[in-house]
């Protein structure tokens, strides 16, 4: 394998993959030479593609570690290379942060590789500490060649996870849309006072977790941008949560009272629309916002505790060009989802608060800008053809570079992940197959190219390990679609928990798989924010949305009905190998859906989630994949608050965690 083949191969493009349809697809030369290209590598220039080549194959072998070396948390192991002619040379380690200082005669290490480059045979030992704490620490290695560093990655073998202990019960939660949630003192957008009161009516009746919609920065210049799979910067807050009435334990007494005072916080708040006004919302919250920083700017008793907050944040995410005043905010909001776990913790939740981590962010956004040299150039994030978009989908995120990835010892992925960990008890990766590949858009001549780009996938996942343990907080993977057998099975030995969405739960004969069948490790929920609640399902609404926004035709539609009852007869079928009767079609979908819920609760899932918008009985989708301005989508609230929603759904809810638990 010589030349642009090589470099494929190295630079992790992809050569195949098998479409939904069974087609086995081999990329073409264009497409791949295109990917390099949004590299920044030139596919003309031989004499580059063979250095990049030797950078890439040949250098690390002459080198003993690379910049980062994983090791075994449980015995200490981990690889050097060396040429085979110091086979029997003693070499040194240091890691000072774990007191070790060793020096180990190679002749006794087990030789796990070789290579051979012109006249000299390279070889990899396996080198052994001993046991190690989980963490990053910087190792010194040295002999006769000289010194090296290496961040020694300390790896355990799995991620942290509670649930592995004997007599861990099965847990119940609640997933929700935070800013769909109406009270009547929250702007019109669910903040994190709201988030406290949901908290302590899911935790009263058992509740374990609360599942949230990604809570990244958006566009503060821009409120309508209102995707939140779609950010500005994923380390970072919407600022839109922050519970104005909330914050006298954070900004001191003396300011809060001042801020009262001197403004009107009944004013503006909307309770009763339908959808969620974002240019009103941000308008009214910035201007309080910007009222509060000028008082708060005053108490000079304050700045010590946030100059710390932005010192720290600084340290861990580079320099983000954010003013004062937002830095106040991010402040703010950090401080209330704290809040708002502890609160969880106190309540008797298992996890508490489950925080939800985009695939990406977008090109404008305060996070590319921070870490552009990690990303592509002219590549987006997206989706192969399959038989809802035969085209394949571009969701306009720029696409990492996988080796720019690698650069300060991963720092980028380091932050992405410290940052989503932090204040909540687990971590749902959305796309969790981004670790290993990505699909990546691009165009050549004015046609719409795709292939894979495979990613460090072994030192993501270590990250994610190591991050999990230092930060107690159990990792879920949304690995719905098309999943590479490698991922699958690295996920399951890494105890990551998969999500498992009953909808889709089908055997081949398109019946729903017995509830006996699910799996385990799992967080196992009926529906999210890509598919219909359950009640709008059940009537077909979603599919009469679509008519009436010209997303479909009116004889597409038809056929989608006759189709959607022949789905929701087999659900009856499968209440009916449950032991649940219901003898007709245009049976309650308030009922239906209590006895799905009943028994997927009894299932082997560890993690099962109610929707709140089922509870809610809400109809309308809160998004339609593949529109942007078809449909309002990210801005439907729920039709009742939490204390009504809650008192109707008491007995149903207890019930639910009856049966988890027992």
């Not at 007494?253 to 009262?260: D, G, I, L, P, Q």
């Not at 290993?436 to 004015?446: D, N, P």
């Not at 490790?521 to 399902?537: E, I, K, Q, S």
Request: aromatic letters at 12%; charged letters at 20%; a negative charge.
């Amino acid at each position: 394998m010589e030349g642009l083949q090589q470099l494929y191969y190295l630079h992790g493009i992809g050569y195949d993959y098998t479409k939904y349809d069974g087609e086995y697809v081999v990329f073409d030369d264009v497409t791949r030479k295109r990917a390099l290209a949004c590299c920044g590598i030139d596919t003309n220039n031989e004499s580059h593609i063979n250095s990049l080549n030797f950078e890439l194959d040949v250098a690390p072998w002459m080198q003993m570690l690379d910049e980062v070396t994983l090791a075994n948390a449980h015995d200490g192991k981990f690889v050097i290379k060396v040429p085979e002619s110091y086979r029997h040379g003693v070499v040194n380690f240091k890691v000072p942060e774990c007191d070790i200082n060793l020096k180990i005669n190679l002749a006794h290490c087990t030789e796990v590789g070789n290579y051979q480059y012109s006249n000299e045979r390279y070889i990899a030992l396996e080198v052994t500490l001993g046991a190690l704490p989980i963490g990053y620490f910087k190792m010194e290695v040295s002999c006769e060649f000289g010194t090296f560093c290496s961040e020694l990655w300390s790896t355990p073998k799995q991620c942290y996870n509670p649930y592995s202990k004997s007599g861990a019960t099965k847990s119940l939660g609640v997933s929700l849309q935070l800013y769909t949630l109406k009270s009547n003192r929250n702007y019109g957008f669910g903040d994190f006072s709201d988030l406290k009161t949901l908290i302590r009516y899911f935790a009263d009746l058992g509740g374990d977790f609360v599942l949230l919609n990604p809570l990244h920065m958006l566009f503060p210049d821009q409120p309508e941008k209102a995707s939140p799979y779609s950010p500005s910067h994923r380390c970072l807050i919407n600022p839109l949560y922050i519970a104005l009435d909330d914050l006298e334990d954070i900004v001191g007494t003396a300011c809060w009272k001042r801020f009262v005072t001197e403004s009107s916080l009944e004013q503006g708040i909307e309770l009763n629309d339908e959808y969620l006004d974002y240019a009103t919302v941000s308008h009214t919250k910035y201007q309080l916002y910007d009222i509060l920083y000028k008082i708060w700017g005053l108490e000079l008793t304050n700045n010590d505790r946030f100059q710390s907050f932005v010192a720290t944040q600084e340290s861990e995410l580079g320099d983000i060009p954010l003013s004062s005043f937002e830095w106040f905010l991010q402040w703010l909001a950090c401080s209330q989802l704290e809040a708002c776990q502890r609160f969880a913790k106190d309540m008797g939740m298992q996890i508490g608060l489950v925080n939800d981590l985009a695939v990406g962010c977008t090109q404008e956004g305060l996070e590319y800008q921070t870490y552009q040299p990690c990303f592509t150039e002219g590549a987006n994030v997206g989706a192969p053809p399959d038989p809802w978009a035969e085209n394949g989908q571009n969701w306009g995120l720029p696409a990492p570079n996988p080796l720019k990835l690698k650069e300060n010892q991963f720092r980028y992925f380091k932050s992405l992940v410290r940052a989503n960990m932090r204040s909540v008890g687990a971590l749902r990766i959305d796309h969790v197959m981004a670790l290993r590949r990505l699909w990546w858009c691009f165009s050549e001549l004015g046609k719409e190219l795709g292939c894979y780009v495979y990613y460090p996938f072994e030192q993501l996942l270590a990250i994610l390990k190591i991050e999990s343990h230092l930060n107690g907080c159990v990792v879920i993977g949304e690995d719905l679609g098309v999943v590479p057998p490698e991922v699958t099975s690295a996920l399951d030995e890494s105890a990551i928990f998969g999500n498992t969405l009953f909808y889709f739960e089908k055997n081949h004969d398109g019946g729903f798989k017995p509830a006996n069948q699910l799996r385990a490790r799992a967080l196992t929920m009926v529906a999210n924010h890509d598919v219909p609640p359950f009640h709008g399902w059940w009537l077909g609404k979603d599919i009469d949305i679509k008519v009436a926004y010209r997303i479909i035709q009116p004889e597409q539609s038809e056929q989608l009905m006759r189709e959607r009852g022949l789905e929701k007869q087999r659900l009856l079928d499968w209440l009916c190998q449950h032991g649940i009767e219901f003898g007709e079609i245009e049976s309650s979908g308030g009922d239906i859906y209590q006895a799905v819920m009943k028994v997927l609760a009894a299932s082997p899932s560890q993690l099962v989630a109610i929707q709140l918008d089922d509870l809610d009985l809400q109809q309308i989708p809160v998004n339609i994949p593949g529109t942007d301005t078809e449909y309002p989508n990210w801005r439907r609230k729920l039709n009742h608050e939490l204390a009504e929603i809650f008192a109707q759904q008491r007995d149903f809810i207890e019930l639910l965690n009856a049966i988890r638990k027992k």
